[in-house]
């Protein structure tokens, strides 16, 4: 006792909270693209273009350019006119096949598969 108060020890059961360092490993950032809602702003707009070039002048790969494919673009026309057009109706074909499936996608799934995807061949 000391000047007539009565102090007494005792402890705490509070303990801080148990933090671990752990950190959970974030994705990277192509897994996690933002939600588009409108697929004119990201590239739609360039469905019809491609998909009606490809079908009338397919042999010559402008639908690939329209897309911003200048490897694929430039293969097909480089087969069509070094074959002095022998090989321009196997070209046309793959034009013709590549216009009707831009045009039967949807926009956001066209957006996703040739725009964001970058895929170049059918």
Request: hydrophobic letters at 40%; proline letters at 5%.
């Amino acid at each position: 006792m000391i000047s007539g108060k009565q102090t007494t020890a005792y402890q705490s059961d509070y303990q801080p909270p148990f933090e671990s360092a752990y950190q959970p490993i974030q994705p990277p950032a192509y897994y996690a693209q933002p939600q588009l809602d409108d697929w004119q702003k990201a590239g739609a707009d360039k469905k019809i273009i491609a998909g009606i070039l490809g079908i009338v002048v397919g042999a010559f790969g402008i639908h690939k350019f329209v897309l911003g494919y200048q490897r694929e673009g430039l293969i097909m026309l480089l087969v069509s006119l070094l074959s002095c057009g022998t090989l321009a109706g196997v070209m046309h074909v793959i034009g013709i096949v590549e216009g009707i499936m831009y045009l039967t996608k949807s926009d956001e799934e066209f957006v996703r598969t040739y725009v964001q995807g970058r895929k170049g061949w059918f």
